[in-house]
């Protein structure tokens, strides 16, 4: 047996990264057969078509700019204060809603949602999300003793499964007075599915229902991928729903600067908060700032500094939307020449809107990807399906792949 000194409330604590074990092996068959001839379906990050992780250049330039004394200094544990207030402003552009806001600086868009598990839920309890989900969450919940229990995302026609969402939550508040429930939209990952708005005002009847009966409920909606689905303001129309709700349905946004400003070893993101209620605010910021000086005391000054810079320069602003949306139309591009192929060869897959990755259902997706390796095609199995990230597949590369995972599955399905 191996010496132990870990606690033993630690014991068995690992992380199951699926995608690091598919990466590794893409980059060996690189070395063997040369990158022209080999698919790397895992990466997470937007490339080129020269397959580098690409980086805004207006994010280059100004980032080079700031003074070192930028990189140096301690932050507040909350955040520059013209960050906290320019961050709601991308947060939500034209659709903000009405009500009381705040916003707490947070390591990454993970670092927000370790705080919204850790203040609004309570130990023991479950956390609500969709079946097919970044898997980051299990572990996020279970490092802090949190359950995180799933509800179906579609129905047979492949729409959102109101039903499915409504008898889960049901479920958990017959147990609990409370419910976190997650939603990554626009752009989930790993499927680049979205909640129409139509969807969210189900979402929302369904909570002010349990609201009324005495419940409390917290909505967490993770925009981590949200610079690259398009319009700004069309794709944030939903948020308006979420205008005077009532005291006890909170609102809170998980925000990234890893994506949209494509920082994502620079560790910035926020923790939006909306309320009705003045007070429900004052206690955010409170419980957050705690969190955020317990867990890594203040994030990145210098990336603060630069969502600042750009957000109230106009003509920077211009200039980062107008890359943003040059990834965005070079990731559209390539989201379309897969699903053009794969309803030509009647390959299933999950209901793309945009975003960085696109998945095709399997229950057999760790013999499926294994399969597509032999056509030098590297893609994530994940438990629900293969994770094809489409941020870093060049179009040329696009070609054929659906043909080919639509073959390989026809393989393990014997
Ligand atoms: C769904 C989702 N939420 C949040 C994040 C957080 O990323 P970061 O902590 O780099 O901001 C990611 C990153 O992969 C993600 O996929």
Not at 312 to 321: M, V, Y
Request: charged share 25%; aromatic share 10%; proline share 3%.
């Amino acid at each position: 047996m191996s010496t132990c000194m870990a606690a033993a409330s630690r014991e068995g604590k690992k992380i199951n990264d699926v995608v690091f074990s598919s990466s590794a092996a893409a980059k060996e068959a690189i070395k063997k057969y040369g990158i022209k001839n080999v698919v790397n379906a895992t990466v997470g990050c937007y490339a080129g078509d020269d397959e580098k992780v690409a980086c805004l250049p207006v994010v280059e330039k100004v980032y080079k700019s700031l003074p070192m004394s930028d990189f140096i200094t301690y932050a507040p544990p909350v955040g520059l204060a013209d960050y906290r207030s320019d961050v709601i402003d991308a947060t939500f552009e034209d659709q903000r809603p009405d009500g009381y806001t705040a916003a707490i600086a947070t390591a990454g868009g993970t670092g927000a949602v370790h705080i919204a598990i850790t203040n609004y839920s309570e130990v023991g309890d479950q956390v609500l999300t969709t079946d097919w989900r970044w898997s980051v969450y299990d572990n996020l919940c279970d490092e802090v003793g949190r359950h995180l229990t799933t509800f179906a995302m579609l129905d047979d026609s492949h729409s959102f499964n109101i039903d499915s969402f409504s008898s889960a939550v049901a479920a958990i508040l017959r147990q609990q007075d409370s419910l976190l429930i997650m939603l990554n939209t626009p752009a989930n990952n790993p499927t680049g599915f979205a909640l129409s708005d139509r969807d969210w005002e189900e979402v929302l009847d369904v909570c002010r229902f349990h609201e009324k009966n005495g419940k409390r409920i917290s909505i967490l909606v993770d925009i981590a991928y949200i610079a690259y689905t398009g319009d700004k303001n069309k794709v944030r129309t939903f948020m308006k729903q979420f205008s005077h709700l009532p005291e006890h349905i909170f609102v809170m946004f998980a925000y990234s600067m890893s994506k949209g400003f494509t920082l994502y070893g620079q560790r910035a993101g926020a923790l939006v908060g909306l309320s009705s209620s003045k007070d429900v605010i004052d206690e955010f910021q409170e419980v957050g700032k705690y969190s955020a000086r317990t867990a890594w005391s203040n994030i990145n000054r210098a990336a603060m500094t630069l969502l600042s810079i750009v957000r109230r320069d106009p003509a920077l602003l211009k200039e980062l939307e107008t890359e943003e949306n040059n990834y965005f139309q070079n990731i559209r591009r390539r989201a379309d020449i897969f699903m053009e192929e794969a309803r030509a060869c009647n390959l299933d897959f999950v209901p793309y809107k945009a975003g960085f990755f696109i998945s095709v259902p399997t229950l057999k997706s760790a013999q499926a990807c294994a399969k597509l390796q032999e056509d030098l095609i590297f893609a994530a199995p994940l438990a629900r399906g293969i994770r094809l990230g489409v941020c870093s597949i060049p179009a040329y590369k696009m070609t054929g792949v659906a043909s080919k995972i639509k073959k390989a599955l026809e393989s393990v399905d014997g």
